[in-house]
């Protein structure tokens, strides 16, 4: 059984910073893909970030501000935000490409509030 568990989100006011973690464990071979969607309230969830096993990054509506990265000896993901905004105001969820015995599946974390005051 493989989980991923989110950390980090919390209240901030704009401008102001926040990182969030991911660590997955269970029963992993190897991870591919792993990254960030968020779903802010009345709207559709979105891709934040993507990062392979290998280090390219991909980034989606966040204007740089945003950095991903990930420390594969520990299965973890990371997000650094800086320079919020209060629409940057969402759920934050996890998402990882894991090998398990069988072959690849995605997995999702059960999220992480991120709340940004104006």
């Known amino acids: 059984q493989v989980q991923l568990v989110e950390s980090g989100g919390g209240l901030v006011q704009a401008g102001g910073s926040l990182r969030l973690s991911c660590a997955a464990s269970?029963?992993?071979?190897?991870?591919?893909?792993m990254g960030w969607y968020r779903e802010a309230p009345g709207k559709q969830r979105e891709l934040v970030a993507v990062?392979?096993?290998?280090?390219?990054t991909n980034y989606a509506s966040v204007e740089g501000r945003f950095t991903i990265s990930r420390d594969n000896a520990k299965n973890t993901v990371y997000l650094q935000m800086n320079s919020l905004k209060p629409e940057d105001t969402a759920v934050y969820y996890c998402?990882?490409?894991?090998?398990?015995?069988?072959?690849?599946?995605?997995?999702w974390g059960r999220g992480t509030q991120v709340t940004v005051s104006s």
């Open positions: 269970g029963s992993i071979f190897s991870i591919n893909a």
């Open positions: 998402i990882a490409n894991i090998r398990e015995r069988l072959g690849y599946k995605g997995y």
């Open positions: 990062v392979t096993s290998g280090g390219t």
